[in-house]
Nanobody, 124 residues
Framework: VQLQASGGGLVQAGDSLRLSCAAS????????MGWFRQAPGKEREFVAS???????NTADSVEGRFTISRDNAKNTMYLQMNALKPEDTAVYYC???????????????????WGQGTQVTVSS
């Protein structure tokens, strides 16, 4: 099982980015996928989670600005990030749970597979 995150970069405050997470090696139908981020010197934090049926849960800090989605046929998850702020600067990780569940999950300890991360830097 491999997860490949991409789409990060250096942008200015107010700009948008779209992250992608491509999963390979197994089918993730019915599983929960999520995005997390970690800024320097801080713990990894929850960003958003989505079930196979499209139910989502988003962190308060990004609610209304970030949108999580997925394409089950392509085994790919996305994170559309709008109105980016300097405090959004972090390495963004995608993750997948190894078993089926029908609700989003915020706790990173429940995720079994992790991507390598993609850097997002927002300048003021």
């Amino acid at each position: 099982v491999q997860l490949q995150a991409s789409g990060g970069g250096l942008v200015q405050a107010g700009d948008s980015l779209r992250l992608s997470c491509a999963a390979s090696g197994s089918t993730f139908s019915g599983t929960v996928m999520g995005w997390f981020r970690q800024a320097p010197g801080k713990e990894r934090e929850f960003v958003a989670s989505i079930t196979s049926s499209g139910s989502t849960n988003t962190a308060d800090s990004v609610e209304g600005r970030f949108t999580i989605s997925r394409d089950n046929a392509k085994n790919t998850m996305y994170l559309q990030m709008n109105a980016l702020k300097p405090e959004d600067t972090a390495v963004y990780y995608c993750a997948v749970m190894g078993y089926r569940l029908n609700r989003p999950v915020r706790n990173p300890s429940f995720y079994d597979y992790w991507g390598q991360g993609t850097q997002v830097t927002v300048s003021s």
